[in-house]
């Protein structure tokens, strides 16, 4: 069994920070890319940023230049660093990971989600 969970989450007031961060754990052998989407009421889901195992990273445009997606493969550790947040970046954030386990199988694991509000 692999777990994701999630921190981080919160109200913040409109140009504010938050760190989010999201920590792997069980049967791992190696992780792969690890991401953060978000969902905000009444819309799809959709990619913030993802980090590749070796550090190199994509962002959607609303990301671009305000979030900072940072990983400690030593601990098994994706942040986000969001700047600049604004009302439209509320949402529940959602962590997940491309993890190889013991038998060599992939399997793609989610997280449950943390909250983020931006609002004065």
């Known amino acids: 069994q692999v777990q994701l969970v999630e921190s981080g989450g919160g109200l913040v007031q409109p140009g504010g920070s938050l760190r989010l961060s999201c920590a792997a754990s069980g049967s791992i052998f190696s992780i792969n890319a690890m991401g953060w989407h978000r969902q905000a009421p009444g819309k799809q889901r959709e990619l913030v940023a993802v980090?590749?195992?070796?550090?190199?990273?994509v962002y959607a445009d609303s990301a671009k230049g305000r979030f900072t997606i940072s990983r400690d493969n030593a601990k098994n550790t994706v942040y986000l660093q969001m700047n600049s947040l604004k009302p439209e970046d509320t949402a529940v954030y959602s962590c997940?990971?491309?993890?190889?386990?013991?038998?060599?199988?992939?399997?793609?694991?989610w997280g449950q989600g943390t909250l983020v509000t931006v609002s004065s």
């Open positions: 980090i590749a195992s070796g550090g190199s990273t």
């Open positions: 997940n990971a491309g993890v190889v386990v013991p038998s060599l199988r992939y399997i793609e694991v």
